[in-house]
Nanobody, 127 residues
Framework: QVQLVESGGGLVQPGGSLRLSCAAS????????IAWFRQVPGKEREGVSC????????YYADSVKGRFTISRDNAKNTVYLQMNSLKREDTAVYFC????????????????????WGQGTPVTVSS
């Protein structure tokens, strides 16, 4: 049974950093594409970043490029999202999602392409 558990969210001041974790069970993270999405109440879910299966290609939303880094630790079966230089507009609930399929630059940010989702972890950027 595929399961994803996010952690690491919290309250941080603008300019600060957080590292989100997505612990996987029921599969190995290097065989799946893993992505981070975020959602603010009343707004559409937004793809933040993805690390694809097969070749480990990484993708980022323009709004987070240069500030966020996605990585995976195969030994811990966990995917991370390092978030630096956080802005108020990064405030959201962050979800990780997984799918066996390979993701591409044109597909990674579509939530319908992921069969498995975690429960989310909230991130609040505020002074």
């Amino acid at each position: 049974q595929v399961q994803l558990v996010e952690s690491g969210g919290g309250l941080v001041q603008p300019g600060g950093s957080l590292r989100l974790s997505c612990a996987a069970s029921g599969f190995t993270v290097d065989e799946y594409s893993i992505a981070w999405f975020r959602q603010v109440p009343g707004k559409e879910r937004e793809g933040v970043s993805c690390i694809s299966s097969v070749d480990g290609s990484t993708y980022y939303a323009d709004s987070v490029k240069g500030r966020f880094t996605i990585s995976r630790d195969n030994a811990k079966n966990t995917v991370y999202l390092q978030m630096n230089s956080l802005k108020r507009e990064d405030t959201a609930v962050y979800f990780c999602a997984a799918d066996r399929g390979r993701m591409w630059s044109t597909s990674w940010f579509h939530g319908v392409n992921y069969a498995n989702w975690g429960q989310g972890t909230p991130v609040t950027v505020s002074s």
